[in-house]
């Protein structure tokens, strides 16, 4: 398969407790728990991933989560306890596309901000949205992120909340962009800011510009 562009591969050594829980809430598949190894591979055309999520599936014994196919990209995700497996199945799907890590999109920052001290009106319209994550409290700061490709975003998610004690409101991995929200004290969503930069920064080392 030399026609399908990686946009996105990105290895969770272990999906931190709330992203977990967040996932399985969403996931159409099978449930991820904390501390699970992850994989998220975002490739176009979108159609292309029901073949790579076939060869991770046969080549390993990792278990499907997510698939989700829009009108240009498609996404997939993976996981199991042992990251060896994880890997194993990565690798199978990069052979198969005639791909390396270093060959993925790299991520760029659509959107950083921290807004302090939310009002009600604000909190109650976020909490009515469309978001399985916990409720956003007035007068908490919310940081929210946003990324291109989408699919980096979960990744972005799971080092935030590894580096600060954050509450995660809702992530979005799907279509053009990536987004995130996450709520807490405004040092903590600073805190969170940092891993998420830093996160950038390690895919972006290893991605094609």
């Given at each position: 398969m030399n026609n399908v562009t990686l946009r996105v591969y990105s290895f969770i050594d272990s999906l931190q407790p709330q992203l977990a829980s967040y996932l399985g809430t969403s996931s159409q598949g099978f449930l991820p728990i904390p501390g699970d190894a992850c994989l998220w591979i975002e490739v176009a055309p979108g159609m292309a991933v029901h073949r790579l999520s076939d060869i991770a599936l046969k080549a390993s014994n990792v278990r499907l989560g997510q698939q989700v196919v829009e009108r240009a990209f498609g996404s997939m995700e993976v996981h199991y306890r042992n990251q060896s497996e994880v890997s194993a199945a990565g690798e199978a799907v990069l052979r198969e596309i005639y791909a390396d890590v270093e060959s993925r999109m790299a991520c760029r920052v659509a959107w950083k901000?921290?807004?302090?001290?939310?009002?009600?009106?604000?909190?109650?319209?976020?909490?009515?949205?469309?978001?399985?994550?916990?409720?956003?409290?007035?007068?908490?700061?919310?940081?929210?992120?946003?990324?291109?490709?989408?699919?980096?975003?979960?990744?972005?998610?799971?080092?935030?909340?590894?580096?600060?004690?954050?509450?995660?409101?809702?992530?979005?991995?799907?279509?053009?962009?990536?987004?995130?929200?996450?709520?807490?004290?405004?040092?903590?969503?600073?805190?969170?800011?940092?891993?998420?930069?830093?996160?950038?920064?390690?895919?972006?080392?290893?991605?094609?510009?």
């Open positions: 901000e921290i807004i302090r001290a939310i009002t009600p009106d604000h909190a109650t319209l976020i909490n009515r949205q469309m978001r399985h994550g916990s409720m956003l409290q007035p007068g908490k700061s919310m940081f929210i992120f946003e990324t291109e490709p989408a699919g980096y975003i979960v990744y972005v998610a799971n080092e935030a909340e590894k580096a600060a004690h954050v509450t995660l409101v809702d992530v979005k991995a799907y279509g053009a962009f990536g987004r995130l929200i996450m709520m807490g004290s405004e040092a903590e969503m600073a805190q969170a800011l940092r891993a998420a930069e830093q996160a950038v920064a390690n895919i972006n080392a290893r991605a094609t510009n």
